[in-house]
């Protein structure tokens, strides 16, 4: 499966941005999906989480409230939004799929959080 990470880009502190990752070669309906994000000089850590049926949903504590992740099993498409970015924030966002108990990744997304 080859996952493709957008919507990221360069924002203001307090605003909003919309990640999305397509999926191709496989349908993502019967999988657990994700967002990592690994900021400069530090490991990728897990941000946000979504099970098959979007029945279940974890998040990093430092993103509850503020983000939000969704899917459209249709449209092999998975969706992070992101409001009320900090600098903290700062990272590239990769997308990633939960086959057989590992976690894998496409490419990321660049995403760039001012002051």
């Known amino acids: 499966v080859q996952l493709q990470a957008s919507g990221g880009g360069l924002v203001q502190a307090g605003g909003s941005l919309r990640l999305s990752c397509a999926a191709s070669?496989?349908?993502?309906?019967?999988?657990?999906m994700a967002w990592f994000r690994q900021a400069p000089g530090k490991e990728r850590e897990l941000v946000a989480s979504?099970?098959?049926?979007?029945?279940?949903?974890y998040y990093l504590d430092s993103v509850k409230g503020r983000f939000a992740i969704s899917r459209d099993n249709a449209k092999n498409t998975v969706y992070m939004q992101m409001n009320s970015l900090q600098p903290e924030d700062t990272g590239v966002y990769y997308c990633a799929i939960l086959l057989g108990g590992i976690w894998n990744w496409g490419q990321g997304t660049l995403v760039t959080v001012s002051s």
């Open positions: 070669g496989r349908s993502i309906s019967t999988y657990d």
């Open positions: 979504i099970n098959r049926s979007s029945g279940s949903r």
